[in-house]
């Protein structure tokens, strides 16, 4: 596959940004935070109190804010650059990125698909439009997390563009339909 | 005055250029710097880390200068949501316009030779955005 492809080529390039960090056992807000801020921006942790991410600007201004973070929540916190030490070990991480989307991806595949069979049987179009809103919104969420293009994300996006489609058409029969009906 | 922030922009540095010269320092003047040591002596630093005017908490810059300054204008306030939700990506205030403005912007930065000619183009879509807003808040 081409996105494979690409990653292969990546493996061995991908320069890695990697927060060590520390902070105080309580308050455990300030952990769960941090935590929550890493899963959201697609981190790996390679061990306790030190998480991985490909080096973009993005990331790196992103890290660099969570690191003033630690320390203004009291703990340490250090943002170091890195080249693996040989490709095979860049590519594990590489394909350990791409599993860790797999999920995601799978679970809005199979959600769009419950989606699609409720749009073609129902008829309250509005509600269900909102509902594929929710799903799309995480599917970009995702997506802007999936650093290697996981194998899934083209097939979860064409799950979604076909859910539109069902519930477009619905809700425009449904319109037309309803004039016709004389109401 | 001068003020100077770290090199590559995105949403928030500038938007708070954009801030600085519109309702804060009309002559103002920027710098951007790979090490924030490499700023003038008597330039103020802002989205920086450690600065006054960076981030603090969970506000970005542009919040924090909205308090510092008593910047107190609806429209702003309005423009500092999609800012924030742009540069934290946390959805805190779940504002629509901020995906727009995060892929505009970073085409923007590739497709612009550097910093200073990008905030001079910025300039134009904030000055769109209060407009736009304007007419919805006021």
Redesign the interface.
Known sequence: MDAAGVGEADAGKTRWLILIYQLPREPSRHRVAVWR?LK??GALYLQDGAAALPED??TR??L??L???VR?AGGEATLWEALPNTVAEGRSLVDEFRASREAAYKDLIAAAGRLRRKAELRSDGALLLEELGKMEREF?AER?RDYFRSPLRNEAAAALRAVRRVLKEGVEAERSGGAGGGQ | MRWATRR?C?VDRTACAWLIRCFVDPGAEFFFVGDPAEAPREAELFDV??ARLS?H?DDCSFETFLAEYDLEDPVLAEIAEIVHDAD???EKYGRPES?GLDSIIRGM?LALPDDEALIHHTDALYDGLYAYLRREVL
């Open positions: 801020k959201a921006l600007a993005v201004e992103q660099e804010w690191q003033l973070r203004e970009r802007r | 590559g995105h880390a450690g981030h908490g934290l990506m946390d995906e930065q």
